[in-house]
């Protein structure tokens, strides 16, 4: 199918004519002609795009996909459609599966449906098992095709982040650091303030995560070695990682696409499709959030994508596990949190080059695989359009501004 667009402003950070409102011709998801010359022959379909963007595929840097071992929550193809509906055309996948992302096998099996328009980009762990007790082979796993190294949740020793810093420069890797210490907090389920209280549900403070940020980054400094936090949550993270910036330190850090929808107040309801890690914080660490969104210490918006199934969702709170499912929508999740204070363009930024420049890529192209964001549309989030094996999401049922349509 070949559609015509018409006034069109095109979103592909690195090309030429970026953020220009031009016409173009889109065929099968690919961009093939681009220029206010260019005329509508030919064409199947004519779309006026005043006001809308044509943007290159988007980047995802933390997604969790059930595929080898969690087949039941997400298989590699169901979360592929998800994504490609979503408009990602590159997705890194999380250290979440059993057999383990540890060896050369597992990670080639995750890249086995990467096409030209699509990739799966896989983590390695950095620790065999994820136990934190010894490196993983990180110079075979990385001529495998892994993007970079991370136990995610995982704990690990202060020895062992040392050790891994220091072989991932060796390698020309990376370190990717999920800013959780579970010894701060045990079995805390929510952020820790009044609604916790009320709830009468053990809470966390902002040191679970601020305590890890600083030691990962005391560690990079030593050690010299480029590092990335996932979903910081919190003020002091920020405060942290800006000052770390600030000092010329190689650090990026990204937050979750759901981070700023909620607070920790919205929790009241026991909706277990919202018990979330690292969870809801409340408006101070909202509002430390945007500003570090604002003034570049946030580098990039992730889908921490967590498809659960039904028997590990709907049961009481306490019980439930942790994660969304949000990978379909996560820039309309996010937009619909940040449209009022952060311009589309920035919002846009923070899923294209911003995650490329965090695992060190080169920009997608929309020559490759491009899709059109209409900011003034709305989305209805139905089953009829659900693409994922697993519907943990609090957004089902519910319209979202904005609208992503694939052409």
């Not at 173009?24 to 963007?53: M, P, T, Y």
């Not at 050369?104 to 449906?113: D, L, R």
């Not at 820790?192 to 600083?214: A, D, P």
């Not at 910081?232 to 696409?257: F, H, M, P, W, Y």
Request: proline share 4%.
């Amino acid at each position: 199918m070949r559609t015509y667009l018409q006034n069109v402003t095109l979103f592909a950070p690195g090309h030429a004519q970026h953020l220009k409102t031009t016409n173009a011709i889109v065929e099968n998801g690919h961009l093939i002609a681009l220029g206010k010359e260019i005329e509508a022959n030919d064409c199947d379909h004519l779309l006026k795009a005043k006001g809308q963007f044509l943007c290159a595929g988007l980047t995802d840097l933390n997604a969790s996909v059930g595929e080898p071992g969690y087949e039941h929550r997400e298989s590699l193809l169901t979360a592929m459609k998800a994504a490609i509906a979503g408009g990602y055309s590159r997705v890194a996948v999380i250290p979440s599966s059993t057999p383990h992302a540890d060896t050369k096998a597992v990670i080639q099996q995750i890249q086995e449906y990467n096409t030209p328009e699509f990739e799966f980009l896989p983590f390695a762990q950095l620790s065999k098992g994820g136990e934190g007790k010894q490196l993983t082979e990180f110079y075979e796993l990385k001529n495998a095709g892994a993007v970079g190294f991370s136990d995610y949740m995982s704990n690990s020793s202060t020895e062992l982040m040392m050790r891994a810093l220091e072989y991932s420069k060796q390698v020309q890797g990376k370190i990717y650091s999920f800013p959780h210490d579970p010894g701060v907090h045990p079995k805390a389920l929510i952020h820790e303030g009044i609604t916790s209280t009320k709830m009468g549900i053990k809470g966390t403070s902002h040191h679970n995560e601020s305590i890890r940020v600083f030691r990962d980054l005391s560690l990079a400094f030593y050690t010299q070695a480029p590092i990335h936090f996932f979903s910081i949550s919190c003020a002091e993270s920020v405060d942290l990682i800006r000052k770390a910036k600030k000092n010329g330190q190689d650090v990026t850090c990204s937050i979750a696409a759901h981070q700023l929808s909620f607070l920790d107040k919205d929790m009241i309801d026991f909706d277990s499709n919202k018990k979330v890690w690292p969870p809801f914080r409340d408006l101070k660490h909202k509002k430390a959030l945007v500003k570090g969104i604002q003034d570049g210490t946030i580098d990039a918006i992730e889908s921490q994508h967590t498809p659960l199934e039904i028997e590990h969702k709907e049961l009481e709170f306490e019980y439930a596990e942790f994660g969304m499912n949000t990978i379909q929508h996560a820039l309309l999740i996010a937009f619909n949190s940040l449209k009022e204070e952060i311009a589309t363009e920035k919002i846009l930024e923070l899923f294209t080059s911003g995650p490329s420049k965090c695992m060190q890529l080169q920009n997608t192209t929309p020559e490759n695989a491009c899709f059109v964001f209409n900011p003034n549309g709305i989305t209805e989030v139905q089953n009829e359009q659900w693409y994922s094996k697993s519907k943990n999401s609090p957004f089902l049922g519910h319209g979202l501004q904005g609208a992503i349509r694939q052409l």
